[in-house]
């Protein structure tokens, strides 16, 4: 059977839009929270840092936000990895 | 990731109250020698506020021990009464060593469970790097 290579044309435009992005506005705000967060964490580290060193808070306490913030680093780190590995094996994809 | 963070500052709690109550014997220690010094004793009291972490450990108002000060005679001390006594402090140092030991005991487990717990989150993240 021939088929006209209108219709190949047609079906493609037809099934195009859904590759298109989706307007999810759930995942982008959970992302931008967890950037937030994130940098959250970091500030605080970095301030307890500070007062530690200026004799404001006691050890107990810098070694506490150190660890978590190791701990929110890593899991950035992690999963920034995953998706940059996530973008390239789509850019191996052959076309 | 709140579960390890929680679990982080219980521990850090724990080390901190531990700390503290290892610096009133300290006190004591210092001031075995002193008249009239009462030792203090520390209370624990579990964390309960809403902007604290549920769970974690504090130390609470410090008390001083009633029980007896210690006659000492010594008639050529200027503190001393017509029976050439006077009031020494109530600090038996074996059980204030023994104290010293217990908290940094206590110390050492806590630390034991904030590596615990480091080690459990990276192991988690391990698995997401194959």
Known sequence: MQLPSSFAAQSYVANRSATAPGSDPSASSYFSALANDFATTLRQSDETAMAAMLGGTDPHTLVQSLAQTELAVETAVTVRNKVVEAYQELLRMPV | ?130
């Open chain 2, 1 to 130: 990731m709140t579960v390890f963070s929680d679990a982080l500052k219980v521990s850090t709690s724990g080390m901190r109250a531990q700390a503290e109550r290892l610096r009133y014997v300290s006190e004591n220690i210092a001031n075995a020698d002193t008249p009239g010094y009462r030792r203090k004793l520390v209370s624990f009291e579990e964390e309960l506020g809403r902007d604290q972490t549920p769970g974690a450990v504090s130390t609470g108002p410090v008390s001083l021990d009633q029980t007896s000060l210690d006659r000492i005679y010594d008639p050529t001390n200027p503190l001393s009464d017509e029976s050439g006594y006077f009031d020494g402090s109530n600090v038996n140092l074996l059980i204030e060593v023994a104290d010293a030991r217990e908290a940094s005991r206590s110390y050492e487990a806590n630390l034991k469970i904030f590596e615990q717990v480091r080690q459990m989150s990276s192991a988690l993240m391990d698995l997401l790097r194959k």
